[in-house]
T-cell receptor
Framework: GNSVTQMEGPVTLSEEAFLTINCTYTATGYPSLFWYVQYPGEGLQLLLK?????DKGSNKGFEATYRKETTSFHLEKGSVQVSDSAVYFCALSDVDTGNQFYFGTGTSLTVIP | DAMVIQNPRYQVTQFGKPVTLSCSQTLNHNVMYWYQQKSSQAPKLLFH???????NEADTPDNFQSRRPNTSFCFLDIRSPGLGDAAMYLC??????????????FGEGSRLTVL
């Protein structure tokens, strides 16, 4: 079946540090991969996505590359800011399973000045 | 402007007292989803509607029901809330037109407390 395994948190970084949040997936078909972000008190919102192998999604300085050979979609940012403090969810969706979305457990990031 | 609106944002109910959470969308999306999110856990899909077609997850308790009277609105009914049903309930929509899966658009959630 489909599943997402995400790096456990919480993660605490100093401002301008490099961020990596690991995400690996298991899928029966050819899924699309997503990173969602949840800021305190808000709903989830799409951060970036990739729909096929070797695609790179990017937004707000964050990047993730769809690696089929390692079944991974790690999130990276070169220099985090305090405003990046949030919970990050890796997710996949597959047309073979009726476009259902499968989420990882989330990684809480706190950036300190 | 908010595109997926959930009401109420906070709901307190008593053990066993029915509660209804509502979700409306201005995106005209085909698919509407209800997720349950407990602290430090992944959102768990309860059910979704593709237009009027209702799709229940196999492990969703019978205590949870849903209605979608039209494209814009979807309701989550919890018939007899237990303490274990205290959670954040997230509504989401997607186009669902086939092909590459589109993104989910989430509301801000309704936090349910059961006393």
């Amino acid at each position: 079946g489909n599943s997402v395994t995400q790096m456990e948190g919480p993660v605490t970084l100093s401002e301008e540090a490099f961020l990596t949040i690991n995400c690996t997936y298991t899928a029966t078909g050819y899924p699309s991969l997503f990173w969602y972000v949840q800021y305190p008190g808000e709903g989830l919102q799409l951060l970036l996505k990739a729909t096929k192998a070797d695609d790179k999604g990017s937004n707000k300085g964050f990047e993730a590359t769809y690696r089929k050979e390692t079944t991974s979609f790690h999130l990276e940012k070169g220099s985090v800011q305090v405003s990046d403090s949030a919970v990050y969810f890796c997710a996949l969706s597959d047309v073979d399973t009726g476009n259902q979305f499968y989420f990882g457990t989330g990684t809480s990031l706190t950036v300190i000045p | 402007d908010a595109m997926v609106i959930q009401n109420p944002r906070y709901q307190v109910t008593q053990f066993g007292k029915p509660v209804t959470l509502s979700c409306s969308q201005t995106l005209n999306h085909n698919v509407m989803y209800w997720y349950q999110q407990k602290s430090s856990q992944a959102p768990k899909l309860l059910f979704h509607y593709y237009d009027k077609d209702f799709n229940n997850e196999a492990d969703t308790p019978d205590n949870f029901q849903s209605r979608r009277p039209n494209t814009s609105f979807c309701f989550l009914d919890i018939r007899s809330p237990g303490l274990g049903d205290a959670a954040m309930y997230l509504c989401a929509t997607s186009r669902g037109t086939g092909g590459v899966p589109g993104e989910l658009f989430f509301g801000e959630g309704s936090r349910l407390t059961v006393l």
